[in-house]
């Protein structure tokens, strides 16, 4: 049994919502930026990414509503999730080194896990590889103080898979976990507006020169 209300489940929707805004943005901005088979990359893994939080966000509110406990939409979100951190941070990661000739290498099917462990060093590496990343196009635009911004939301990320490890059932844990979870997803968020104003302040400034 899982201690979870309704203003819970509403809650675990907040960071879903602050990702996908996100991801929209970084996609609009980025894709004249990206080599096709990297921004297929970044645009697949983010929509995995949001749509593995809305699933089982909608797992949360299914179950504290009381109209069924259907475990397929919180069992598939690690695993979700994971690949799409994956595939968002070496899009990311190919767009900056433009490294052209790996797009062979991105049609082989990975190998079919089981363990846990495997898809938390996914998700991991490529939320790690997509705050490095968004990081270094901070630098790029000289704007420095966003990358306190993606550092501090890779720590909160972090922080929630070690809160993941305890006892999940628990009302307070999920709590802490949604309040992680939100400062993480609010501060990427930010982050990214500061990446789309730069962004958009870099065009102008070309276009009147």
Known sequence: MYDVSVPMALVDFIPVAFFAVAAV???????HHMPKYSFACF?????????????KALWKLLYALGVCDFQALNTMFLPVQSV???LAGLGLILMLTKKR???AALAVAPPVFRG??????????GLGAICACLSIV????????????????????????YLSGRDSTAASVNWIEQGVNCVGQGL??????????????????SRAH
Request: aromatic share 10%; hydrophobic share 55%.
């Open 25 to 31: 943005l970084l996609q609009k901005d980025l894709y």
């Open 101 to 103: 000739s790996g797009s």
């Open 84 to 86: 799409g951190f994956l």
């Open 116 to 125: 846990t462990f495997v898809f938390i060093s996914m998700m991991v590496l």
């Open 43 to 55: 645009a697949a893994g983010t929509i995995d990414i949001m749509l593995a939080g809305f699933l």
């Open 188 to 205: 990427f968020l930010l982050g990214t507006l500061g990446l789309h104003r730069a962004d958009l302040r870099h065009k102008r400034l």
């Open 138 to 161: 901070a630098a790029r635009l000289k704007k420095h103080g966003l990358i306190v911004l993606f550092v501090l939301s890779f720590v909160c990320s972090m922080g929630m898979g």
